[in-house]
């Protein structure tokens, strides 16, 4: 079934319609016609089954015949990655919405290639959303995460903003396996985290002053293994593992 997504001021009542970019993508893409079901995601947990009630010029109406609501997940996982040569980052985030990120946070580090002015870093951030956007689309995903516009590290860290539990990729000696770090917290608290924060370094890794400033705000240094990963590689893995162990719980 194809999927379509709207803001949730658009979702209101028992029709819907599709204009702009997702109307294109309906009409001249997809070739919806008069009766054919369609799903369409608000980002904020709900899900609308939709038969198609008029296809044209540019304007496709819905009529919803049922409404949906999935709960936010228990643990809200923020990805805090620099930002990699190229359009890597692209494909970061496409992975980072399926593997149930609430946030992907880009960061411009002392070793990140691309370096942004504010008007620059405001078009990234809205090109980069909507990837997210297109990524809920192919997943079924019923929460859009939000993509923030790229941020130096020492901005971001200035902020002060705290995790229930934090943990940031090193390839430093003194580091643990994320599981560890995980299990380690619900004994500690008889809880699983609420709130995760996963740090993933540019190609060289953090500088020792930028990995000293991320772990005094409260990340544990953890390791991926024995082998350097690409940042992209780094990601999938942290945001797989924990992901992995959080469903256990």
Known sequence: MHRFYLPPASCRGD??????????HALQVMRLKYGELVT??????HQFLCTVKDAGRGVVNLSVSLKNFV??????????????????IEGIIQKAVELGASRIVPLL?????????DEDAAAKRDKWQQVAVEAI??????????????????QFLVRGEKFDLALVGSLQNER????????????????????????IGPEGDFTSAELVGIMNSGAQPV????????????AIYGLSIVNYELQRD
Do not use: M, N
């Open 15 to 24: 029709a819907i319609r599709l204009d702009g970019r997702e109307a294109h």
């Open 40 to 45: 369409v995601l608000d980002g904020a947990g």
């Open 71 to 88: 709960p936010a997940a228990p643990c809200a996982t923020t990805l805090l990655v620099a930002v990699p040569k190229g359009k890597l």
């Open 109 to 117: 580090t002392e070793r990140v290639v691309a370096q942004l002015d």
């Open 137 to 154: 689309k192919q997943c079924g995903a019923a929460w859009l995460p939000a993509v923030a516009a790229p941020v130096a590290l020492e």
């Open 176 to 199: 643990r396996l994320p599981r560890e770090v995980l299990r380690e917290f619900g004994v500690r608290e008889q809880r699983p985290p609420r709130s995760v924060g996963i740090w």
């Open 223 to 234: 390791t991926f293994g024995p082998l350097v990963l690409r940042v992209e590689t780094a």
